[in-house]
């Protein structure tokens, strides 16, 4: 114990207080982690890191070539 004690909250121990707030709070961000989980649908593994449909692949081709030349030969239509 440090011996450091809040007055306001009946004399209780600073690491006491630590202690309830980062409960609460934790407690509090695995709920609201786990209910946005159950109201996806996905497996556990699949919405806490990720799946398929994210984008990111090991073996994933590269991404497309960009389209500027496409662009800059396509006549501009906005101004006709």
Do not use: C, N
Request: aromatic content about 12%.
């Amino acid at each position: 114990m440090m011996g450091l004690f809040i007055g306001a909250w009946a004399g209780l121990p600073i690491e006491a207080v630590v202690v309830w707030i980062a409960v609460t709070y934790g407690t509090t961000i695995v709920y609201e982690a786990v209910k946005i989980w159950q109201s996806s649908g996905k497996p556990a593994r699949r919405a806490f890191f990720g799946g398929a449909e994210s984008g990111v692949h090991r073996d994933a081709s590269p991404p497309p070539a960009s389209r500027q030349e496409d662009l800059e030969s396509e006549p501009d239509r906005r101004y006709a």
